[in-house]
């Protein structure tokens, strides 16, 4: 069965990330399927309006500017026209959002249940249950999938924690992990400094990835190991603590800072390691240390999240979320690169390049597609009864939010009926006249 499908994520190129890289990788795949497949994001810059990528993967940037954090301010409403528009152009008859912090992928999967077009969302990140930015965050997440036909989550430890945050059925979550293009992220040893054993880390300095345990853990290798020296790639606030110890400890021969590495670069970085350090203190999948890997470097990770779930024992080497587990790692680690006895680099980016596929993800993913699709579809009043069960008094507001969204898309369709609205061309069928050699001129 081939489906249009529509992404949806305030996380598009020209931001780079791992949600990016997922929805650009997952369409690639799901096209070369046969499937319709295009994005919808916000502007960035002066980036607006529709962009053709590689193998027609067609982008709508929003006229809509991010307002925090690459997210655009949550109105609900105001996306509902445009939203509609593309959804009926396009004949989608699947929505994927992606992210638990983008609002517009909320707010399309919220329209999109209202038009009764089916629905899926992807959670690639672990949220907390304690503060108040993650319970109001929870809250809406719980409003969300409550319509939604299905979600999906990147590792076994995220699917627990989606559950318990949005209170769905487990039997309607799917895990699906990450993948990385492994023909990318290739060894070699020729780029290594044969007199040395670098560590390399490739993170954003902040706190949740961990910074300042890193900050901690540096001066610590450093004194046990002479022959040791770090490449970090990567900036944020934290990289301050980073410079200050470099200072401190007079480290400056034994640390580069290389700032903000593009995706593209980032292999050139990882194959001049020998170790791979990763300090999150919360992670769903981490793609990070399997780019890693992929490229023969051994890993040391805290063990957060799902983090445990992506790697094999002998090809990653895991430690509590303090400094003192991680030397002690570190120490086991430097310890087998000197007596040989890592797996080799050639052998872990074949178990990588047979793992972890994007392929693989998009064979999953269509699955998922062909069982919403073959279900019975749920209507207004079973909807409005789930709304009912988000609590005693969200539910009401939830209720009352849906019911509006409805009466708005009526006036939508009044204002601007489904048959004065132009479909769009399919690019598929482009491709085909143009693979099968037909002039197109003609054929118009």
């Not at 053709?52 to 609900?76: E, F």
């Not at 509902?80 to 004949?91: A, D, F, K, M």
């Not at 640390?255 to 970085?269: E, M, N, P, Y």
Request: net charge positive.
């Amino acid at each position: 069965m081939k489906h249009s499908i529509c992404m949806v994520s305030d996380f598009f190129y020209p931001n780079i990330g791992g949600v990016e890289s997922h929805i650009y990788q997952l369409s690639q795949c799901l096209i070369e399927r046969g499937h319709k497949v295009i994005v919808v994001t916000h502007a960035y810059g002066n980036r607006s309006g529709i962009r053709y990528l590689s193998n027609g993967l067609k982008v709508y940037y929003l006229p809509i500017q991010p307002v925090y954090n690459q997210c655009i301010l949550p109105t609900v409403f105001t996306t509902l026209p445009v939203i509609r528009n593309i959804l009926l152009r396009e004949s989608i008859n699947i929505v994927h959002g992606h992210s638990a912090f983008s609002a517009l992928a909320l707010e399309s999967i919220f329209h999109a249940r209202t038009m009764n077009v089916k629905a899926v969302f992807t959670d690639h990140s672990l949220f907390g249950f304690a503060d108040l930015s993650s319970i109001l965050t929870n809250k809406i997440l719980k409003f969300s999938l409550a319509g939604v036909n299905h979600a999906i989550c990147v590792s076994h430890t995220c699917k627990e924690n989606t559950v318990l945050r949005g209170k769905i059925d487990p039997s309607d979550v799917s895990v699906i992990p990450n993948a990385v293009d492994a023909s990318v992220f290739t060894p070699t040893s020729t780029e290594r400094d044969p007199e040395k054993i670098t560590i390399v880390v490739m993170s954003r300095l902040v706190y949740r990835k961990g910074a300042d345990l890193l900050a901690s853990v540096i001066p610590e290798i450093c004194s046990r190991h002479s022959d040791v020296q770090f490449i970090i790639g990567g900036d944020g606030p934290k990289r301050l603590a980073i410079e200050e110890v470099r200072e401190h400890f007079q480290l400056h021969d034994r640390i580069r800072l290389l700032g903000t590495v593009g995706h593209s670069a980032v292999r050139q970085v990882l194959v001049r390691g020998d170790i791979f350090l990763n300090t999150s203190l919360t992670e769903a999948f981490c793609i990070a240390i399997v780019e890693a890997a992929s490229c023969g470097l051994q890993v040391v990770s805290t063990s957060v999240g799902g983090i445990p779930e992506v790697l094999p024992p002998d090809m990653i080497q895991l430690a509590e979320p303090s400094a003192t587990s991680l030397v002690e790692s570190l120490d086991k680690a430097i310890a087998k690169r000197r007596n040989c006895q890592l797996l080799s680099p050639d052998g872990a980016h074949d178990w990588v390049r047979k793992t972890y596929t994007w392929q693989n993800v998009a064979e999953r993913t269509e699955i998922v597609y062909d069982k919403i699709s073959a279900a019975t579809e749920v209507t207004l009043a079973d909807r409005l009864h789930r709304y009912n069960k988000c609590g005693l008094v969200a539910g009401k507001i939830f209720i009352f939010i849906a019911a509006l969204n409805y009466l708005l898309l009526i006036l939508c369709n009044w204002i601007s009926p489904v048959q004065n609205i132009d479909l769009a061309v399919d690019c598929r069928k482009l491709r085909r006249l143009k693979t099968s050699g037909v002039n197109l001129e003609q054929s118009s």
